[in-house]
C-alpha cells in the first residue's frame, strides 16, 4: 500500500511540473507600433492647426461634463486589465490552465493534510500497541507508571515518552518511543527510499549504585549514531572483541573484565539471538556526553571546595544504562525485548570488580581528565592573548588618531557601554 501511494505522489508531482509549463507559442517576438496621434499633428500643416485650435475651445466644455463618468470607466477598464494581465502571467494564453493549477495545488494541499492525520493516527496506534502489550510486565515490576494523566505522553506527532519508577535497584525507567515521521509526505514516501527508518525504542535506566566501568555494545551501522550520542566515549574506551558474539557487533570498554561479566549467559544469548532488533547496549557510570561536562563544569566552579571530590567521581548522578531496539510487529518479540531491558536493571546493579580493575579504570581516567584540563588551559591561554592582542591593536590604533577623532571614539565606546549596561537588571538587596 506505501508503495502504491508513492507511485501516485510521484505521478501527481510529474503532472504538476507538466502541465503547468506556460506556452506563449502565438505571441511574436516583433512588435509593430502605429503611428501615433502626436507623430500625425506635427506632420499636419498650419491651416488644421488653426482648425485644430477651434475645435479644442468648442470641445472643451463637453470634456468637462463627460470627465467624471470617463475617470470612473478608465478606473473599471485598467482593474480589468491589471486582472487580464495577472491571469495572462500565470496561465499565459490558456486561461483554463490557471484553474488547472490551482486545482493541482489544493489536491496537493489535501493529500499533505490528509497524510499528516492519517500519519499521526499511525504513530498513535503504533504508541498504544506498544503500551497495550507490556501494561502488565510493567505493572508487575514498577509501583508508578506515567503520570496523573496519562501513561505515555505524546511530544510530538513521531515521539512518546513513558516514565516509570518504585523499583528496587534503580531510580527511574525511561522510555523515548521514536517512531517514523509518517505524518510527512516528502520524508516518508520520498527520503525513505534512500535513508532506512524504523520505529524504534531508546530505554534509559538511572541507578544509585554502579561499578566503575564503562561498556557498549553497538551494531557496526550504528557507529556514526554512537559516536554523535557518546560524543566522550572514545576518549574512556577501546575497541574488544569476543569470539561468541555476532559479527554484526562491534565492543567499546574500558575494561576486558566488565566485557566478560556483562557479556555471558542470558545477555550474550540475548544480542546473538535478537540481534535484528538490537541497536546498541550502553553501560556507563560516568557522562559520556558534552552537556553533562559542562554542566559539571559549571557545578565545580560553583563549589570549588569539593573540585576534588567532584573529579574523584566524575558524573556522580550519570550512573546510566542505555537500550535502543527496533519496534517489532510480533507481540511475543515486543515483550521479551522489554522484559530483557528490565533484566538488566538487576544485572547491571550486581556488577561487582575487582578492587585492581577499578584502580586501573581511575588511573586511565585521571589521565583523560588530566588532558582535557590541559586542553582547556590552553585554549584559555590562547584566547587570553588574542584579547590582550586584540586590546593592544585598538590602543596603537587610537594613538594614531587625531584629538578630535579620540573624542567621537570615546564617546562612541562611552554609549556602547552604556548601552550594555542598561541590559543589565539591578536587584535591590
Same mark, same amino acid.
Given at each position: 500500500?506505501?508503495?502504491?501511494?508513492t507511485?501516485?505522489?510521484?505521478?501527481?508531482?510529474y503532472?504538476?511540473?507538466?502541465?503547468?509549463?506556460?506556452?506563449?507559442?502565438n505571441f511574436?517576438?516583433?512588435?509593430?507600433?502605429?503611428?501615433?496621434?502626436?507623430?500625425?499633428?506635427?506632420?499636419?500643416?498650419?491651416?488644421?492647426?488653426?482648425?485644430?485650435?477651434?475645435?479644442?475651445?468648442?470641445?472643451?466644455?463637453?470634456?468637462?461634463?463627460?470627465?467624471?463618468?470617463?475617470?470612473?470607466?478608465?478606473?473599471?477598464?485598467?482593474?480589468?486589465?491589471?486582472?487580464?494581465q495577472?491571469?495572462?502571467?500565470w496561465?499565459?494564453?490558456?486561461?483554463?490552465?490557471?484553474?488547472?493549477?490551482i486545482?493541482?495545488?489544493?489536491?496537493?494541499?489535501?493529500?499533505?493534510i490528509a497524510n !499528516?492525520?492519517?500519519?499521526?493516527?499511525?504513530?498513535?496506534?503504533?504508541?498504544?500497541?506498544w503500551?497495550?502489550?507490556?501494561?502488565?510486565?510493567?505493572?508487575?515490576?514498577?509501583?508508578?507508571?506515567?503520570?496523573?494523566?496519562?501513561?505515555?505522553?505524546?511530544?510530538?506527532?513521531?515521539?512518546?515518552?513513558?516514565?516509570?519508577? !518504585?523499583?528496587k535497584?534503580?531510580?527511574?525507567?525511561?522510555?523515548?518511543?521514536?517512531?517514523?515521521?509518517?505524518?510527512c509526505?516528502?520524508?516518508?514516501?520520498?527520503?525513505?527510499?534512500f535513508?532506512?527508518?524504523?520505529?524504534?525504542?531508546s530505554?534509559a535506566?538511572?541507578?544509585?549504585?554502579?561499578?566503575?566501568?564503562?561498556?557498549?555494545?553497538?551494531?557496526?551501522?550504528?557507529?556514526?549514531?554512537?559516536?554523535?550520542?557518546?560524543?566522550n566515549?572514545n576518549?574512556?574506551?577501546?575497541?574488544?572483541?569476543k569470539?561468541e558474539?555476532?559479527?554484526?557487533?562491534?565492543?567499546?570498554?574500558?575494561?576486558?573484565?566488565?566485557?566478560e561479566?556483562?557479556?555471558?549467559?542470558?545477555i550474550?544469548?540475548?544480542?546473538?539471538?535478537?540481534?535484528?532488533?538490537?541497536n546498541?547496549?550502553?553501560i556507563?557510570?560516568?557522562?559520556?556526553?558534552?552537556?553533562?561536562?559542562?554542566?559539571s !563544569?559549571?557545578k565545580?566552579?560553583?563549589?570549588?571546595?569539593?573540585?576534588k571530590?567532584?573529579?574523584?567521581?566524575?558524573?556522580?548522578?550519570?550512573?546510566f544504562?542505555?537500550?535502543?531496539?527496533?519496534?517489532?510487529?510480533?507481540v511475543?518479540?515486543?515483550?521479551?525485548?522489554?522484559?530483557?531491558?528490565?533484566?538488566?536493571?538487576?544485572?547491571?546493579y550486581?556488577?561487582e570488580l575487582?578492587?585492581?580493575?577499578?584502580?586501573?579504570?581511575?588511573?586511565?581516567?585521571?589521565?583523560?581528565?588530566?588532558?582535557?584540563?590541559?586542553?582547556?588551559q590552553?585554549?584559555k591561554?590562547?584566547?587570553?592573548?588574542?584579547?590582550?592582542?586584540?586590546?593592544?591593536?585598538e590602543?596603537e590604533?587610537?594613538?594614531?588618531?587625531?584629538?578630535?577623532?579620540q573624542r567621537?571614539?570615546?564617546?562612541?565606546k562611552?554609549?556602547?557601554?552604556?548601552?550594555?549596561?542598561?541590559?543589565?537588571?539591578?536587584?535591590?538587596?
Open positions: 500500500m506505501r508503495k502504491f501511494r507511485v501516485i505522489l510521484f505521478l501527481v508531482i503532472l504538476s511540473f507538466y502541465l503547468t509549463r506556460s506556452y506563449n507559442g511574436d517576438d516583433i512588435v509593430i507600433v502605429d503611428e501615433s496621434e502626436e507623430d500625425r499633428m506635427k506632420s499636419a500643416g498650419g491651416a488644421e492647426k488653426g482648425a485644430k485650435k477651434g475645435l479644442d475651445t468648442e470641445a472643451a466644455s463637453e470634456a468637462e461634463s463627460e470627465a467624471e463618468p470617463d475617470a470612473e470607466s478608465d478606473a473599471e477598464s485598467d482593474a480589468e486589465s491589471d486582472a487580464q495577472l491571469i495572462h502571467s496561465a499565459g494564453d490558456n486561461e483554463n490552465l490557471l484553474y488547472l493549477k486545482g493541482i495545488f489544493l489536491c496537493l494541499l489535501v493529500v499533505t !499528516g492525520v492519517v500519519g499521526r493516527k499511525t504513530n498513535r496506534t503504533i504508541a498504544l500497541y503500551l497495550r502489550s507490556c501494561k502488565d510486565i510493567f505493572l508487575q515490576n514498577f509501583a508508578k507508571l506515567g503520570n496523573e494523566k496519562s501513561f505515555l505522553f505524546e511530544k510530538s506527532y513521531d515521539k512518546f515518552e513513558f516514565y516509570c519508577t !518504585g523499583r535497584h534503580c531510580n527511574y525507567y525511561f522510555v523515548n518511543l521514536n517512531l517514523c515521521k509518517r505524518q509526505l516528502w520524508r516518508y514516501y520520498l527520503l525513505s527510499h535513508v532506512k527508518e524504523n520505529d524504534s525504542m530505554v535506566i538511572h541507578f544509585d549504585k554502579l561499578d566503575k566501568g564503562v561498556l557498549c555494545v553497538f551494531k557496526k551501522h550504528q557507529k556514526k549514531y554512537i559516536d554523535c550520542r557518546f560524543p566515549l576518549k574512556y574506551t577501546k575497541m574488544m572483541a569470539k558474539l555476532k559479527g554484526s557487533y562491534e565492543i567499546k570498554g574500558d575494561s576486558n573484565e566488565i566485557m561479566l556483562v557479556l555471558n549467559g542470558k550474550l544469548n540475548f544480542l546473538n539471538t535478537y540481534d535484528r532488533y538490537v546498541y547496549v550502553c556507563t557510570d560516568i557522562a559520556l556526553f558534552d552537556s553533562e561536562d559542562r554542566l !563544569g559549571e565545580e566552579e560553583k563549589h570549588p571546595s569539593e573540585q571530590d567532584q573529579q574523584g567521581n566524575r558524573g556522580g548522578k550519570h550512573k544504562c542505555f537500550l535502543n531496539f527496533v519496534i517489532p510487529k510480533n511475543e518479540d515486543l515483550r521479551t525485548l522489554v522484559s530483557f531491558s528490565i533484566y538488566m536493571i538487576d544485572a547491571c550486581c556488577i575487582s578492587e585492581k580493575v577499578r584502580d586501573h579504570v581511575r588511573k586511565m581516567r585521571s589521565i583523560v581528565e588530566k588532558e582535557d584540563l590541559r586542553k582547556k590552553q585554549l591561554e590562547l584566547q587570553e592573548r588574542k584579547k590582550a592582542q586584540k586590546l593592544q591593536e590602543k590604533r587610537v594613538e594614531k588618531m587625531s584629538a578630535e577623532q567621537k571614539y570615546e564617546e562612541k562611552q554609549k556602547k557601554s552604556l548601552k550594555k549596561m542598561k541590559k543589565i537588571k539591578i536587584i535591590k538587596m
